[in-house]
């Protein structure tokens, strides 16, 4: 309390971790342990929110709003707990750190009282004192007139708050959707602790929107969700949560490419009014030139999407009209023709599903002409063996079936190709390869994250950046990914020979990263405390057996010998010191390790 000198000031930081909550601060207490020798003259109290964790620089804070929030002379005159009840109650929002200023301005000196205090870490508290060398403590500013002291001594305190109030309930939008141009009233109901709702913009607490609490009329131009939040308007506290709601802004539909998937089908038979690029959430209904409306409307979904003529016996002309609910409808520019010839159309689309590994999947198509259709189902653009019925099932979902089903269908008017239907499989997902080696064998996952170390013909290994484990990927089929890149990998775990795996796998593209740099162990290392699947370097003497094509092992003294199995690599000389970098991996209960290229094999003289 420095009552030493004629005026004082300790400025401190305390956080948001360390206060717990927001709310109301009504009062502060501070444990005396030496009471001070004089009365505090205009003892002062003032406190700010700041981004502050620590002073960098030793620097006075400025614009204290209020000014301060308990400012008395204070006698103190025993030791313990003493309690200030603020003159003003501070609304702390439970997100920012705190900055609490205390000062006394005097005339006279006497012996100095004594806060307890603890040191956190950090430089945490400015201060000085003066015998009324700078002015009133409360106009000192910047880092100088005075130049403040650090300290990482941290004043104790304890703070008096009232509770927040609850977020608001009922948040609504009305209208929801509006047109470019259109207004909506936000309004919503205060939580409990509380009698307003303010509004705001781009987060809880971001941009205000209109200049008091209540309901609010907004005209955005885009899409925006708006926030409300509580206050009490006695305390000035505000809740530390929001409720939301977005005002959807239609925009009228743009004009797309029209066309006619056929120019000529067969009588009886239909085709598919495409529209090109067409825009999300807008509804395309297509009709006769003469107004007649031709099947139900389709919603656009950023891509190409067909609307089917149903069959035809004549020359028809089509038009296409756009609707973005609740604005006005716009008819596209081009009006396509299909001209009839003989007869042939599909009635009903396969579907996408999402399954479960073992349950049991069916594709469907109908199609409608004469003669009657051939049908011939395709796994990812690649005619399915024996799949020729307007149906395809299959019993047992695998991850390996995975995959964009579609069916072409034929006639003596030429083959009608059916949308693709994807079959997605239930998976966990999952971001590093401890947490997929932790699933059930037979569990489906999708791992995403980890590099690819080394990869072989039908499989590869995979390790995360911060090398503490790798994994081998079996694939279902295909080339392998690239070293170095980063895929999306869809399997089962399993433990094959001994081996933790991802079996039955498919991969996406995802990126890339840098191979991590091999991991230099000697054997006994490698076999007793690495799981396998990591990318490591390996030395020793060589011992090649007589007629072996693609392994042999190595001994480095530790009384471990590896094996190493090559894959397309000629095998060192006998008895030869080399060095093999490669994938850690299982052949039953021995470790190998797997090496796929001739510069991971160095002999040294």
């Not at 980063?486 to 990126?511: K, M």
Request: proline residues 6%; hydrophobic residues 35%; charged residues 10%.
């Amino acid at each position: 309390m420095h009552t030493y000198h004629y005026d004082a000031r300790t400025q401190t930081i305390y956080l948001a971790s360390e206060i717990g909550r927001a709310g109301s601060i009504t009062a502060l207490a501070l444990y005396v342990a030496t009471p001070p020798g004089r009365t505090l003259d205009n003892w002062t109290i003032r406190m700010k929110h700041t981004t502050l964790s620590a002073y960098s620089t030793a620097s006075w804070e400025t614009g204290w709003t209020p000014v301060y929030v308990y400012r008395s002379n204070q006698t103190v005159s025993g030791s313990g707990w003493r309690t200030f009840t603020l003159t003003a109650p501070f609304s702390y929002d439970g997100v920012s750190n705190l900055m609490i200023d205390f000062s006394h301005n005097g005339s006279t000196w006497a012996s100095n009282g004594m806060c307890r205090y603890s040191t956190p870490g950090g430089n945490r508290s400015v201060y000085f004192y003066t015998h009324s060398g700078y002015g009133d403590p409360l106009n000192w500013s910047g880092a100088s007139n005075p130049t403040p002291l650090v300290s990482t001594k941290v004043p104790n305190v304890r703070l008096t708050m009232d509770a927040p109030p609850d977020s608001p309930t009922n948040p609504a939008a009305t209208p929801a959707s509006v047109c470019v141009g259109g207004c909506s009233t936000l309004s919503a109901t205060p939580g409990n602790g509380g009698d307003q709702v303010w509004w705001y913009t781009q987060s809880c607490g971001g941009t205000q929107v209109g200049t008091g609490p209540g309901n609010q009329t907004v005209c955005p131009t885009s899409t925006t969700t708006y926030y409300a939040r509580t206050k009490n308007s006695a305390t000035g506290c505000s809740g530390s949560g929001c409720a939301s709601v977005t005002v959807t802004v239609v925009t009228e539909p743009a004009d797309r490419t029209v066309s006619a998937q056929d120019d000529t089908v067969c009588s009886g038979g239909g085709t598919n009014i495409q529209i090109t690029n067409s825009e999300s959430a807008v509804s395309y209904q297509l009709r006769t030139v003469a107004g007649d409306p031709v099947g139900e409307p389709v919603i656009g979904d950023a891509s190409t999407i067909n609307l089917p003529t149903g069959g035809l016996t004549a020359t028809t002309q089509f038009r296409v009209e756009a609707t973005r609910s609740p604005c006005s409808v716009v008819t596209m520019t081009n009006h396509p023709t299909v001209a009839v010839n003989m007869p042939i159309s599909i009635t009903t689309q396969p579907t996408s599903q999402t399954k479960s590994l073992g349950e049991t999947v069916t594709f469907s198509v109908e199609a409608g002409g004469t003669p009657a259709p051939v049908f011939q189902w395709r796994k990812d653009g690649s005619d399915i063996l024996d799949a020729t019925s307007s149906s395809y099932t299959i019993n047992s979902v695998a991850t390996c079936d995975a995959a964009g089903y579609g069916c072409v269908v034929t006639n003596t008017c030429g083959p009608v190709t059916s949308d693709v239907a994807t079959l997605t499989i239930s998976s966990a997902s999952v971001a590093t390869v401890p947490a997929a080696r932790a699933l059930s064998d037979g569990a489906a996952l999708t791992l995403s994250g980890p590099v690819v170390t080394r990869a072989f013909t039908s499989f590869f290994y995979v390790e995360d950046l911060d090398r503490l484990s790798g994994i081998r990927v079996n694939q279902c089929g295909g080339d392998s990914p690239t070293e170095g890149s980063t895929p999306i990998i869809l399997g089962t775990i399993q433990t094959i020979d001994g081996e933790r795996a991802i079996d039955s796998a498919r991969w996406t593209a995802n990126g890339s990263a840098t191979i991590p740099g091999a991991l230099g162990l000697n054997n006994r290392a490698a076999i007793e405390f690495l799981p396998s699947g990591l990318f490591i370097r390996l030395w020793g003497t060589t011992n090649v057996p007589v007629g072996a094509t693609d392994t042999f092992t190595i001994s480095d003294g530790s009384g471990t010998p590896i094996m190493v199995k090559v894959y397309g690599v000629s095998l060192p000389g006998n008895g030869v010191f080399v060095v093999v970098t490669g994938a850690l991996g299982m052949d039953g209960s021995s470790p190998v390790l797997r090496v796929n290229s001739s510069s991971d094999v160095v002999t040294v003289p």
